[in-house]
Nanobody, 125 residues
Framework: QLQLVESGGGLVQPGGSLRLSCIASGFTLDYYVIGWFRQAPGKEREGVSCISTSGGSTNYADSVKGRFTISRDNAKNTVYLQMNSLKPEDTAVYYC??????????????????WGKGTLVTVSS
């Protein structure tokens, strides 16, 4: 069974950090573009960050630039999202997705083929 599983979410105070992980099972991530997306209550899903198959290219939403870092370890079949200086507005369910299309213009759901079920990140004091 092909699936993506996110982990690492939780409750953190403003200014804190979390690292999300996205692990694939049933397939190898080596050949896939990976994206992190988030959806806050009452809001549309937003592309947070995407990484190319080699890891050589990344993009970020303006709202997270300078605070979040995406990386991948193909040997571990895992993609990470390091989130620093977290703000209450970062509160959302975070999803990872795998697909075949990387755009330098931003991270979109277009072309994403597999999705995880999400992990909740809550930033609150």
């Amino acid at each position: 069974q092909l699936q993506l599983v996110e982990s690492g979410g939780g409750l953190v105070q403003p200014g804190g950090s979390l690292r999300l992980s996205c692990i694939a099972s049933g397939f190898t991530l080596d050949y896939y573009v990976i994206g992190w997306f988030r959806q806050a209550p009452g809001k549309e899903r937003e592309g947070v960050s995407c990484i190319s198959t080699s890891g050589g290219s990344t993009n970020y939403a303006d709202s997270v630039k300078g605070r979040f870092t995406i990386s991948r370890d193909n040997a571990k079949n895992t993609v990470y999202l390091q989130m620093n200086s977290l703000k209450p507005e970062d509160t959302a369910v975070y999803y990872c997705a795998a697909g075949f299309i990387y755009s330098h213009d931003g991270c979109t759901a277009y072309g994403m083929r597999y999705w995880g079920k999400g992990t909740l990140v809550t930033v609150s004091s």
